[in-house]
């Protein structure tokens, strides 16, 4: 029989990013970064005129911090004993919003951090590359965590079997997020690697008891 396979999100689980996007854009690029409500877009405001910054600009911000900044993140608290800790007893991909280009740059940042994984890209919905993820591996088991309920919702259509855990370790943004295990579409939410790990672990040693 295959192992079980956990299929892990990268940015607010493993790694910050707001927070470090945050100081980068506060630092270098003239722009005021604050989280009202759950609106990212919104967040963003040029110092010099309090204007939004436009979709066309959030996207380069964006891609200028992935390219040159990727440096500036660092673990969320429990993330890297956590990930090793369900390495011991099944496989661990990353599977992350980033163009393709981008994957190897992710795969050393992990690495750097003591994360030792396969990292897939991915761009828009998860649930497909979730599936292909799946039919590649067949595994006994396998559990998707992520931090935006629309990845868990993708996720419960696409490949309904896996577990879902909703997890959002930057304290900045979870408050903000609605919840997949609320919608349904999560089996659960848990925000801090202390409580998920043994979340976790338990999953996959019933799993492994049948």
Same mark, same amino acid.
């Given at each position: 029989?295959?192992?079980?396979?956990?299929?892990?999100?990268?940015?607010?689980?493993?790694?910050?990013?707001?927070?470090?996007?945050?100081?980068?854009?506060? =630092?270098? !690029?003239? &722009?005021?970064?604050?989280?009202?409500?759950?609106?990212?877009?919104?967040?963003?405001?040029?110092?010099?005129? @309090?204007?939004? *910054?436009?979709?066309?600009?959030?996207?380069?911000?964006?891609? @200028?911090?992935?390219?040159? =900044?990727?440096?500036? !993140?660092? /673990?969320?608290?429990?993330?890297?004993? @956590?990930?090793?800790?369900?390495?011991?007893?099944?496989?661990? &991909?990353?599977?992350?919003?980033?163009?393709?280009?981008?994957?190897?740059?992710?795969? !050393?940042?992990?690495?750097?951090?003591?994360?030792?994984?396969? &990292?897939?890209?991915?761009? @828009?919905?998860?649930?497909?590359?979730?599936?292909?993820?799946?039919?590649?591996?067949? /595994?006994?088991?396998?559990?998707?965590?992520?931090? #935006?309920?629309?990845?868990?919702?993708?996720?419960?259509?696409? *490949?309904?079997? &896996?577990?879902?855990?909703? #997890?959002?370790?930057?304290?900045? #943004?979870?408050?903000?997020?609605?919840?997949?295990?609320?919608?349904?579409?999560?089996?659960?939410?848990?925000?801090?690697?202390?409580?998920?790990?043994?979340?976790?672990? =338990? !999953?996959?040693?019933?799993?492994?008891?049948?």
């Amino acid at each position: 029989m295959n192992r079980p396979l956990i299929i892990s999100d990268c940015d607010e689980v493993l790694l910050y990013m707001v927070a470090p996007f945050r100081d980068w854009l506060d =630092e270098s !690029q003239g &722009v005021k970064f604050q989280m009202v409500g759950n609106d990212f877009a919104n967040a963003m405001r040029w110092k010099d005129s @309090g204007e939004p *910054v436009g979709q066309q600009d959030i996207w380069r911000l964006l891609g @200028g911090f992935f390219d040159s =900044e990727m440096g500036r !993140q660092t /673990p969320i608290a429990g993330a890297v004993e @956590g990930i090793n800790a369900l390495a011991d007893h099944a496989d661990v &991909v990353i599977l992350t919003n980033l163009n393709d280009e981008r994957q190897e740059r992710r795969r !050393q940042q992990l690495a750097d951090h003591g994360i030792h994984a396969r &990292v897939f890209t991915n761009q @828009g919905p998860k649930g497909p590359a979730l599936a292909a993820i799946i039919e590649e591996y067949s /595994p006994s088991r396998a559990i998707f965590i992520d931090d #935006l309920p629309q990845h868990h919702k993708s996720a419960a259509e696409a *490949v309904p079997q &896996v577990r879902r855990l909703h #997890l959002c370790g930057e304290p900045m #943004l979870a408050p903000h997020i609605d919840c997949a295990h609320a919608a349904g579409d999560a089996h659960a939410r848990i925000d801090q690697w202390s409580e998920a790990t043994p979340w976790l672990l =338990e !999953q996959l040693m019933q799993e492994n008891a049948r």
